[in-house]
């Protein structure tokens, strides 16, 4: 925190700062990096003609905000980035526990404590990380969670019951003049509901029947799944009529912005980085899969699914190539053999309409075939690899698997330029040969899957013939 910010009333006075409500603060900071055509939401991928112009439009109406979606749609990210456009530092009233503005206090000590010598008054500066708190809710979460309760330790110390002071506040008090989240609205119990939408209309709460008049500044986000939040009964109306903006969250519409956002959030190491290689292909079939679950009727839409299955997914194909890679003593790239891996990655993430036991790993494999399959239509021309059928009529048979080592793949290929050319082309501008063979299990697997080749599978390795 910088050295020279005002420690007194006097001081802050004398420096012309100027008080500000914090919906003025952030709306004045928006309308900053608008005119100055900067990014206001770095890193949120998919939402620039939809999610974001929404919130924009909700901060510099003035509005508190509800985000609708399902898991996995960058609802809480949104809300964190809000917190940059704070102010860098605010000051409040030394001691304060909500953050009293020292223009305007609220709290019966903030109140005290100017009162006693103005100009001297100590004051304390927050950083815009220390305006922000979250709260998952739960159906446990109580009002004195939230609000505030009577302290039994101050009353013991001699303060009446309707003393301001004998108060200890909760968690949305103490983050007055900053950014208050709650996750998962709809799971707050009636009695919790209430008491917010009483706060954030009238500004009225009441703690064990003591009334306070509490004019809190604050911007109250929250967020819900669509399914809970629409259903009657797990949200009562009035707190509905509260939030001035309900915006809803969506997926990714395509697999690019899927592996976009992939790309940024996948847990990133050095060295497998340097020894795995990854075609575009590979990185197509990975969101291709997530979007066909997406659409799945046997896997439960309602509960979504999310992008984490995507990052998940492309982490364990990571590092699947990377263990063979230490194995080979070599760089490596992602095969169609290693997309077996990804039923660990996927299984806990989704879930499925039917219980059946076993049918999970059927379901999720065929999603993964018919990824493979749309992806490799996209990347080739129906009759492209009828050179590579005829050799596979003249007796041609290939064995593939994860752990079959380059140099076998490579002396399978060694006669046919042709191929070489095109698999070549396929994971351009990749070259090497671990690229290669990634390109030609992915050749031989897209012709399996258009019924052009047979395919023997055995263990962990499979034989592709006609």
Not at 302 to 331: C, D, K, P, W, Y
């Amino acid at each position: 925190m910088p050295e020279n910010l005002p420690e007194t009333l006097g001081a802050l006075v004398e420096s012309g700062y100027k008080s500000r409500s914090v919906k003025e603060e952030i709306r004045s900071n928006l309308v900053q990096r608008i005119s100055d055509n900067l990014e206001v939401f770095p890193g949120i991928v998919g939402f620039d003609q939809s999610v974001i112009p929404q919130i924009q439009n909700a901060i510099l109406a003035g509005q508190d905000i509800i985000l609708l979606g399902e898991r996995g749609q960058a609802k809480s990210r949104i809300i964190r980035l809000m917190v940059d456009l704070l102010d860098e530092h605010i000051p409040f009233i030394k001691g304060s526990e909500i953050n009293d503005d020292p223009f305007h206090p609220i709290s019966q000590y903030g109140i005290e404590i100017l009162a006693e010598d103005k100009n001297d008054t100590k004051l304390s500066w927050l950083t815009r990380e220390e305006r922000y708190s979250e709260k998952l809710a739960t159906p446990d979460v109580s009002v004195a969670d939230l609000i505030g309760e009577i302290d039994p330790i101050k009353v013991a110390e001699g303060r009446y019951l309707s003393d301001a002071l004998a108060i200890h506040y909760g968690m949305i008090p103490r983050t007055n003049r900053g950014l208050f989240c709650i996750n998962e609205l709809p799971d707050l119990t009636e009695r919790i509901q209430v008491s917010l939408f009483n706060l954030m209309q009238e500004r009225d709460i009441q703690i064990k029947g003591h009334q306070v008049r509490l004019p809190l500044d604050m911007i109250i986000v929250a967020t819900a799944n669509p399914e809970d939040y629409t259903n009657r009964g797990r949200i009562i109306t009035p707190l509905k009529d509260r939030y001035g903006a309900q915006i809803r969250t969506h997926y990714p519409a395509e697999v690019s912005q899927e592996m976009e956002i992939v790309k940024q959030e996948y847990k990133k190491f050095s060295d497998s980085d340097k020894l795995v290689k990854t075609p575009e292909f590979m990185k197509d079939i990975i969101g291709e899969i997530t979007h066909l679950a997406r659409r799945s009727p046997e896997i439960n839409q309602r509960s979504g699914v999310s992008l984490r299955v995507s990052i998940s997914n492309f982490e364990t194909m990571i590092g699947q190539s990377f263990r063979r890679s230490l194995a080979t003593h070599s760089v490596s790239s992602p095969r169609i053999s290693d997309l077996s891996y990804l039923i660990a990655s996927t299984i806990g993430k989704v879930e499925l309409e039917t219980v059946e036991e076993g049918l999970e790993t059927k379901i999720i494999g065929d999603i993964v075939d018919r990824a493979i399959s749309n992806v490799f239509a996209k990347y080739t021309e129906p009759d492209e690899f009828d050179f590579l059928l005829g050799k596979f009529e003249e007796g041609l048979t290939i064995q593939s698997g994860s752990s079959i080592s380059d140099d076998e793949y490579l002396e399978t290929i060694k006669d046919s330029e042709t191929l070489k050319e095109k698999l070549i082309s396929m994971c351009n501008p990749m070259t090497g040969s671990s690229a290669i063979i990634s390109a030609l299990e992915f050749t031989l697997e897209g012709l399996y899957l258009g019924s052009k080749l047979s395919k023997n599978s055995h263990n962990s390795t499979a034989k592709y013939s006609i």
